[in-house]
């Protein structure tokens, strides 16, 4: 995991800044620029492509429209077929306020079904259905008219993907975090003026 790794090379630059020896002093701050910049470069790439638009070239866009009173968080959990083995990639689509809708784009190549999960609090699954996908030119249109769960066995399976992206996505934030910390530490350190 590259930022695992990165965050490796900025403690290391972190304990460079400790280097007072003349000798080693140029060195050791041209290594912890070196790897500050490339560090902030990472990061605002990875940044800016996390923000754009994940429109995929021959993607099926799917838009989820909530009829509901209320707000429900939606999941997208794409259902994989890999010679015969089948595997999970779970997306989330976000809260969806009552008369709004997202659209997501989903690669299909390997796929013919998606499930929709819809969320109320933390843990309340309100919605679940099974969309099989024949035609992946036509783009599909969920809308959210009901609380139902079309199956308990699928939406248990959906359960536990979703909860594993939300491990996922909380483990990816700390090591982020993490990073960005030490980034802006070295920066400062880089930046100081000794006396």
Not at 46 to 56: A, D, G, H, T
Not at 159 to 175: A, H, M, P
């Amino acid at each position: 995991m590259i930022i695992f790794l990165i965050l490796i090379f900025l403690i290391i630059a972190l304990f460079l800044s400790g280097i007072r020896s003349e000798k080693w002093n140029l060195w050791s701050k041209v290594a912890r620029i070196i790897i500050t910049i490339s560090a902030a470069a990472y990061f605002t790439f990875w940044f800016v492509e996390k923000s754009v638009s994940q429109f995929l070239e021959n993607s099926l866009a799917v838009q989820v429209i909530n009829y509901l009173p209320q707000p429900i968080d939606f999941y997208i959990i794409r259902v994989q077929d890999d010679n015969g083995v089948q595997s999970y990639s779970s997306i989330h689509l976000g809260q969806i306020r009552p008369e709004y809708f997202r659209i997501e784009y989903l690669n299909m190549q390997k796929s013919d079904e998606f499930w929709v999960a819809g969320y109320i609090g933390k843990e309340k699954m309100v919605y679940f259905s099974q969309i099989a996908v024949p035609n992946k030119n036509e783009d599909k249109i969920v809308e959210v008219r009901n609380y139902i769960n079309h199956s308990l066995k699928l939406s248990a399976i959906a359960t536990d993907n979703v909860s594993k992206l939300k491990y996922d996505n909380i483990k990816l934030s700390i090591w982020v975090t993490l990073d960005l910390l030490l980034i802006f530490l070295n920066a400062v350190l880089s930046l100081r003026r000794r006396k």
